[in-house]
């Protein structure tokens, strides 16, 4: 992300501190403030790399190349892979719990697995049997029954009360299989 300080209405520095809750991105921020108390500033909230305005293009675009050769491993992990948020359901990995709002969601093991299965990638349609595949073990006997699926599902549904004809998180996609997001 090439992000400006002097943006309107939110500042730049909160935009790149509040990227850093959830994201890994790479940032470059390019800008007119060029005191080194606002350099500090930027590379401390998260950003990558710090441009000062005027600049040279070509300039940019190298510094661009270097940031991209920067492999993003260790450190601490993505918080997208620590937390899934999905309006005010929370779907915390690390912890293996579940929020909606300010409530604890009990899960068995399934309902948990299904539903990590279908967060890790939103809006990706599942069937039944890739399901069955991400979450039963093949050794349990049951990984060609799909109307599991549907039962563990609707257990799910209940318990984070989603309406299947409204739903809020888990999407059913006829004849396919199921998604998270909104209907």
């Known amino acids: 992300m090439v992000l400006d300080l002097g943006l309107p209405g939110m500042d730049g520095v909160e935009v790149c501190r509040q990227l850093r809750t959830f994201s890994r991105c790479y940032i470059l921020v390019l800008t007119a403030r060029a005191d080194e108390v606002d350099v500090l500033i930027g590379l401390g909230v998260g ?22 050769r920067r492999p993003r491993t260790g450190g601490s992990e993505d918080a997208a892979e620590t937390q899934r ?3 005010d359901l929370v779907v915390d990995l690390p912890a293996h719990e579940v929020r909606v709002g300010s409530n604890v969601v009990p899960l068995t093991r ?19 049997q890739q399901l069955l595949d991400a979450v039963w073990d093949e050794t349990s006997g049951v990984a060609s029954d799909e109307h599991l699926v549907d039962i563990h599902i609707g257990h799910l ?25 909104s209907g």
């Open 157 to 181: 549904r209940r318990k984070l009360g989603d309406d299947a004809r409204a739903s809020r998180y888990i999407v059913t996609i006829r004849g396919v299989g199921y998604r998270m997001g």
């Open 47 to 68: 950003a990558d790399d710090y441009v000062t305005k005027p600049f040279s293009p070509r300039q940019l675009m190298a510094r661009i190349g270097v940031l991209l």
């Open 110 to 128: 399934m309902e948990f697995d299904l539903l990590d299965a279908l967060s890790s990638r939103p809006r990706v349609v599942f069937s039944r």
């Open 85 to 87: 948020i999905f309006g």
